[in-house]
């Protein structure tokens, strides 16, 4: 398995809170990926990034930023909690080369009260 | 705009049989790849089969199989002698260049005893 990991695993939180998930990756891989899952949407991208401090935004990014200040990590801050953001949140990894897999993170299941 | 649809949200079949779930793209690049992900009630995403557009070649991995038809942009996976195990919900995915992956909505898949 890819070394993917993501703290915390489960969060309740109420609204007007900051949130901040992190993601974090052993496989030096170029490209972080967040990303939340909800039913009847599948899952849709809410940023990415393509190296040290290079992100950019996805589909559903309002009210979501991001930062990566190391290869290892990428956080993903939520900066005033709404409950249209409670959701299962992925991380997940993919490198340059000729596969184009990418790699999931377990999750993390986020409740804004 | 790049889109993925999975126009069934639920099946069932019974162990032992075989299964088909359907997936329709849409993208206007030459180069890209697909790729079909199981999610089990564990939740974590698993990698089950991938297939690159340049290859006409349909890609088998044990008793999982796609049809790729690229002129129609259909793209379907086949799930032979079905076990419980396979019980999951399935995403179908697409990335080209950008290294931006879309997903369907997904399948959920019971496997019946």
């Known amino acids: 398995d890819a070394g993917i990991t993501q703290s915390p695993r489960h969060k309740v939180t109420e609204t007007g809170t900051p949130v901040t998930l992190r993601c974090h990756q052993t496989e030096n891989h170029r490209y972080m990926y967040w990303y939340r899952q909800d039913p009847g949407h599948g899952l849709r991208l809410i940023h990415y990034?393509?190296?040290?401090?290079?992100?950019d935004k996805g589909e559903v990014s309002d009210g979501y930023s991001v930062s990566r200040s190391k290869t290892e990590d990428f956080l993903l801050t939520l900066e005033s909690a709404t409950s249209s953001q409670t959701s299962v949140y992925f991380c997940a990894i993919s490198n340059t080369g000729a596969t184009y897999e990418q790699y999931f993170g377990p999750g993390t299941r986020l409740t804004v009260t | 705009a790049q889109t993925v649809t999975q126009s069934q949200p639920e099946m069932s079949v019974q162990e032992a049989e075989t299964v088909t779930l359907s997936c329709t793209y849409d993208?206007?690049?030459?180069?890209?790849?697909l790729f079909w992900y199981k999610q089990p009630p564990s939740r974590q995403m698993i990698l089950v089969i991938r297939?690159?557009?340049?290859?006409?070649q349909n890609a088998t991995e044990n008793r999982f199989s796609v049809n790729f038809q690229k002129a129609a942009k259909s793209f379907s996976l086949k799930i032979s002698d079905s076990q419980l195990g396979d019980t999951a919900m399935y995403f179908c995915?697409?990335?080209?260049?950008?290294?931006?992956?879309?997903f369907g909505t997904g399948t959920r898949l019971k496997v019946l005893a």
């Open positions: 993208t206007s690049e030459n180069n890209y790849y």
């Open positions: 990034s393509y190296g040290v401090k290079d992100t």
């Open positions: 995915a697409l990335v080209s260049g950008t290294y931006k992956y879309i």
């Open positions: 297939q690159e557009a340049y290859k006409q």
